[in-house]
């Protein structure tokens, strides 16, 4: 069984810059907006106020690669949460979906070198996607978005270090 994901660590560190975006995928709504709620409140756990983050919906997570890109390319967001379930059922239709997710939000994160993050669950049954929710294995909702600010502030770091000459 997976466990929950690292804690950010703790190190003084700026107010995060710039605004977010969270993009939930509709399908398996009632999971998808407990993420959506769990990421809305660690950004805000992380100073990031209601005021500089945007919310999309999408239709599931397949969808969520494009939606990221499409963000990534205005360059508004100093990082990008995704968040979705897809739920194994009885089709291999899961593994195309999961991994068409993983992939696509990989690529956008290295084409356009902005933070994306990956707040999908992907589980074999409904009871494990809620156990991800906030249940007894975490909520990847709140982890992705830590993980978003971390990164913001990493590459936020590694831009000024390359501009002022520092490695």
């Known amino acids: 069984m997976a466990g929950r994901a690292p804690r950010t660590p703790s190190r003084p560190s700026a107010a995060p810059a710039g605004r977010f ?19 809305m409140a660690a950004l805000g756990e992380g100073g990031v106020g209601p005021e500089r983050v945007d ?13 990221a890109m499409t963000l990534a390319r205005t360059r508004r967001y100093a990082a990008i949460v995704c968040v979705g379930v897809v739920i194994r059922g009885e089709t291999p239709h899961y593994e195309y979906v999961a991994s068409a997710a993983a ?5 956008v994160a290295l084409e356009t070198r902005v933070p994306v993050t990956f707040g999908v669950i992907t589980s074999l049954t409904e009871e494990q996607a809620w156990e991800r ?8 909702g709140e982890e992705a978005a830590r993980a978003a600010l971390e990164m913001a502030g990493w590459m936020r770091e590694a831009r ?7 490695r």
């Open 55 to 67: 919310v999309h919906w999408v239709p599931g997570s397949f969808e969520l690669p494009l939606a």
């Open 103 to 107: 992939q696509g939000l990989s690529r």
């Open 21 to 39: 975006a969270v993009v939930a995928a509709r399908f398996n709504e009632a999971i998808s907006k407990k993420l959506a709620d769990g990421a």
């Open 133 to 140: 929710a906030g249940g007894s294995v975490g909520h990847r």
């Open 160 to 166: 000024a270090s390359r501009r002022s000459g520092r």
